[in-house]
T-cell receptor, first 111, second 113 residues
Framework: GEDVEQSLFLSVREGDSSVINCTYTDSSSTYLYWYKQEPGAGLQLLTY?????DMKQDQRLTVLLNKKDKHLSLRIADTQTGDSAIYFC???????????FGQGTELSVKP | DTGVSQNPRHKITKRGQNVTFRCDPISEHNRLYWYRQTLGQGPEFLTY????????KSRLLSDRFSAERPKGSFSTLEIQRTEQGDSAMYLC???????????FGPGTRLTVL
C-alpha cells in the first residue's frame, strides 16, 4: 500500500541542525520530495531525490535516503527562525502522477 | 514565469451551495493536479490531467466534485451541494512531462457554514 509517516513536531534552537525523518511503504517510489508550508500558504518545493541516490546536498539542506529501510531524512544546517514551518515529505509512484504526502512535521525554531 | 495561480484565495459559502475554483498552471506545464488539505494533515490527491485528458481520479472525488481542463491550460474544480466536510484548502499543482516535479499554487481555502 501507499503510506508515508512523519513525526509531528520538532523543536530546535537557532543555529542548531534539524533532522526531520520520514518513512514510506511503497517500494516502487521513483522520486521523494521535501516541501515546506508556512501558515496559510501553499507548498514550496525545497528539494527532491531520485530513488537510486543515497544523498543529495543543496546549500543548508542534506537529504539522505535509505531505500532498504524506506527511510528518508532532511537535515537543515544552521537552522534559523525563518525555517519555522511545516515540512512534508512526499513520494511519487512509478507509473502514476500523484504524490503521496506524510502528515507533516511542524518545526519550531527558538532563538 | 509567474508560477501556479489559484482563484479565489478564500471562499465562504453556505451548505448546499455550489462553488467553483480556478487554477492557472505554469505556462509550459502540461500536467495539472488537484489536492485537498484539511487542518493538520498533508495534502490528499484528488485528480490530475495531462493536457485536457483527466487521467486519474481519487475515490475522495465524490460525484459532487467535477474537474475540467477544456483547452489543456487552466482548470476548474466545482463542488456541488457543498457540505461542511468539504471545508479544506484546495491546492493545485503543475508539472511538465520532462520534469515530474510538481509546483504548487497558494491554494483556495473553502469554508462551508
Amino acid at each position: 500500500g501507499e503510506d508515508v509517516e512523519q513525526s509531528l513536531f520538532l523543536s530546535v534552537r537557532e543555529g542548531d541542525s534539524s533532522v526531520i525523518n520520514c518513512t514510506y511503504t511503497d517500494s516502487s517510489s521513483t522520486y521523494l520530495y521535501w516541501y515546506k508550508q508556512e501558515p496559510g500558504a501553499g507548498l514550496q518545493l525545497l528539494t527532491y531525490i531520485f530513488s537510486n541516490m543515497d544523498m543529495k546536498q543543496d546549500q543548508r539542506l542534506t537529504v539522505l535516503l535509505n531505500k532498504k529501510d524506506k527511510h528518508l531524512s532532511l537535515r537543515i544546517a544552521d537552522t534559523q527562525t525563518g525555517d519555522s514551518a511545516i515540512y512534508f515529505c512526499a513520494e511519487s509512484i512509478l507509473g502514476g502522477g500523484k504524490l503521496i504526502f506524510g502528515q507533516g512535521t511542524e518545526l519550531s525554531v527558538k532563538p | 514565469d509567474t508560477g501556479v495561480s489559484q482563484n479565489p484565495r478564500h471562499k465562504i459559502t453556505k451548505r448546499g451551495q455550489n462553488v467553483t475554483f480556478r487554477c492557472d498552471p505554469i505556462s509550459e506545464h502540461n500536467r495539472l493536479y488537484w489536492y485537498r488539505q484539511t487542518l493538520g494533515q498533508g495534502p490528499e490527491f484528488l485528480t490530475y490531467f495531462q493536457n485536457e485528458a483527466q487521467l486519474e481520479k481519487s475515490r475522495l472525488l465524490s460525484d459532487r466534485f467535477s474537474a475540467e481542463r477544456p483547452k489543456g491550460s487552466f482548470s476548474t474544480l466545482e463542488i456541488q451541494r457543498t457540505e461542511q466536510g468539504d471545508s479544506a484548502m484546495y491546492l493545485c499543482a503543475s508539472s511538465s512531462d520532462a520534469e515530474s516535479t510538481q509546483y504548487f499554487g497558494p491554494g483556495t481555502r473553502l469554508t462551508v457554514l
